[in-house]
């Protein structure tokens, strides 16, 4: 999409904010990473559908939300980014069901659920991100999972096509969640249902919850939550402490202390020192005890 074809599109009616070279590490929470080529931040949904109808038919796209569990190659991206977390950000109690669009972080679906007295959603404040991100990979915590309240979702197609899907329309498994026809669409939101429960009680638990995040994960440094999976019957940070790796250093990249399944930005990493760190503790954990980590963060760009 070249400058003329974006101020032809921006007068048809377009609400948004359009801009260009903008720094990715702005709107990352490893405070890392390169540039992209435009970055679009919508008004609400429906100038999202409006803005993706004249997107070109090849124009590559990113969705955002905290920025959280992505990390941007210093090369930057060409195509569009979508910011999402100050757009699409309704959340309200309709039918028994609480909708809550994509934008919306865990923290605060926790409490509106909570105040609604409905339980279930505590751990959402366990969640350093926005609901678009955990239904992208069913995000979850301390023993819950993002689809097991899920009861419908509303997506959006490159074409701008709102829709509603339904739970069996995926193939849904541990941070992995696949359209089964395989169309490309983007979540914009969900509707969630939840039990009963006492408001007072679950903002107890999600006190802490938030308390116990505090007292075991790095949360004073820039980081992008754990960064691998748990494989089958273990935990991915026992087996890099295991391993020695608490405390590996590349540049600005840090294997946190605190908790070895978080790399920290302890100031001016680049995203090849927090991508090559990643590398290396995969290929370590790999060597010494023969089990493969798989990275839960998305990894995007091109490299500088």
Known sequence: MNMTEVESFMAEGLRGTLRHDVDMSRHTSWRAGGRAERVYQPADLADLALFMRGLPAGEPMYAVGLGSNLLVRDGGLRGTVLLLHAALNELRFEDGLI??????????????????????????????????GMLAM??????????????????????????????????????????????????????????????????????????????????????????????????????????????????????????????????????????????EVQATVRQQTGIELHPEVRIIGEAK
């Open 99 to 132: 909708y809550v669009q994509a934008g919306i972080s865990g923290a605060k679906l926790a409490r509106f659920a909570a105040l609604q007295n409905l339980s279930g959603a505590e751990f959402f404040a366990g969640i350093p991100g926005t609901l678009g």
């Open 138 to 279: 069913n995000g979850g915590c301390y023993g819950s999972e993002t689809w097991q309240v899920v009861a419908r979702v509303q997506t959006i197609s490159r074409g701008g096509e709102v829709r509603e899907r339904m739970p069996q329309d995926y193939d849904i498994g541990y941070r992995h969640v696949a359209l089964r026809e395989g169309a490309e669409e983007w979540f914009v939101g969900a509707w969630l249902r939840l039990a009963q429960g006492d408001g007072e009680t679950a903002r107890m638990e999600i006190k802490s919850l938030l308390a116990k995040r505090i007292a075991s994960q790095p949360l004073n440094l820039p980081n992008a939550g754990s960064v691998f999976r748990n494989p089958p019957g273990d935990h991915a940070a026992r087996l890099i402490e295991q391993c020695g790796l608490k405390g590996r250093c590349i540049g600005g990249a840090q294997v946190s202390p605190k908790h070895a399944n978080f790399i920290v930005n302890t100031g001016g990493a680049k995203a090849a020192d927090i991508e090559q760190l990643i590398n």
